[in-house]
């Protein structure tokens, strides 16, 4: 039912601790680039930057990429449009944890993946705060997911940065969607 919390606001702060924990754990010593996907993984990032500031891990730089592959649709295109970019040079020996709100196509993991390739990182790895592993398109269920904090059903969801429509990001919990809210939105929207 739309509004129905999934997780609540504790559950997922408990959890990025503990994600944060494991990060700061593996890349002790190292330098670490946090590469956050707008807009979704925006909270997401900004709470993980203060965990693993408070689990020791300190020496990390950011950067944000924006990369779409539904545009106003609900399902994934199957291919990604990056529309804002890092510069290639500032990829270049670092190793780059790339952090986004959802895997659910794994579409934009994969294409990131591919599209930062050929800039001499030093390594790369995923963090996904939710996994929706039924939606996993067949020729990428292979693709490695490294940091993934919640397993979830396949159902669309709103907030903690998650939006419906450009609806709904600022709940601190994450609720099922499209709430009425955010479907009224979208009709005002088009009604502009």
Request: aromatic share 8%; glycine share 10%.
């Amino acid at each position: 039912m739309p509004g129905e919390i999934v997780l609540r606001e504790e559950e997922i702060q408990k959890r990025v601790d503990e994600l944060a924990e494991d990060i700061a754990e593996r890349y002790r010593g190292q330098k670490l680039m946090l590469v956050g996907l707008l807009k979704g993984a925006s909270v997401f990032m900004v709470h993980m930057m203060e965990a693993l500031y408070k689990a020791g891990c300190t020496d990390f730089e950011t950067e944000y990429m924006e990369v779409g592959s539904r545009g106003n649709n609900i399902e994934s295109s199957g291919k990604i449009k990056i529309i804002k970019d890092i510069p290639a040079e500032k990829l270049v020996n670092k190793n780059v944890l790339l952090i986004d709100d959802i895997a659910d196509s794994l579409t934009t993991f994969a294409g990131v993946a591919e599209h930062f390739q050929p800039n001499g990182l030093t390594s790369f790895a995923t963090l996904s705060l939710l996994e929706k592993p039924s939606e996993h398109r067949p020729d990428l269920r292979g693709f490695p997911l490294d940091f993934v904090g919640f397993k979830i059903p396949n159902v669309w969801v709103e907030g903690y940065g998650l939006d419906s429509f450009e609806y709904g990001r600022g709940n601190p919990n994450i609720v099922i969607g499209p709430t009425p809210g955010a479907l009224a939105f979208k009709a005002s929207q088009q009604q502009q």
